[in-house]
Nanobody, 124 residues
Framework: QVQLVESGGGLVQAGGSLRLSCAVS????????MAWFRQAPGKEREFVAA????????AYADSVKGRFTISRDNAKNTVYLHMNSLKPEDAAVYYC?????????????????WGQGTQVTVSS
């Protein structure tokens, strides 16, 4: 079993910044690709950002590209999502996800483990 625990959410005004953290259990953290998804009330879960491959390259949704940055610290078994220039439409529950490293070129799929989520609220 792999367990993921998100933290760092909160209430910010439009234009503000937050950093989300995801702590991952287990000894094989470096064997997993990581991603962030989000879900707003009444909407489907959507992809946000990922570092899903062993080369460390990243992928982002068009809606957050240039504003959000995903990073990881293997020594701390932690993944981060730095969010800048937040907009009201960014408000959602943000989920951390993990998958085994594969050669699948699609960064949005094959995530088998999920955290409980952390709430991000953006006021205008």
């Amino acid at each position: 079993q792999v367990q993921l625990v998100e933290s760092g959410g909160g209430l910010v005004q439009a234009g503000g910044s937050l950093r989300l953290s995801c702590a991952v259990s287990g000894r094989a953290f470096s064997s997993y690709g990581m991603a962030w998804f989000r879900q707003a009330p009444g909407k489907e879960r959507e992809f946000v950002a990922a570092m899903p491959w062993s080369d460390g390259k990243t992928a982002y949704a068009d809606s957050v590209k240039g504003r959000f940055t995903i990073s990881r610290d293997n020594a701390k078994n932690t993944v981060y999502l730095h969010m800048n220039s937040l907009k009201p439409e960014d408000a959602a529950v943000y989920y951390c996800a993990a998958r085994k490293i594969t050669l699948d070129p699609d960064p949005r799929t094959r995530y088998d483990y999920w955290g409980q989520g952390t709430q991000v609220t953006v006021s205008s």
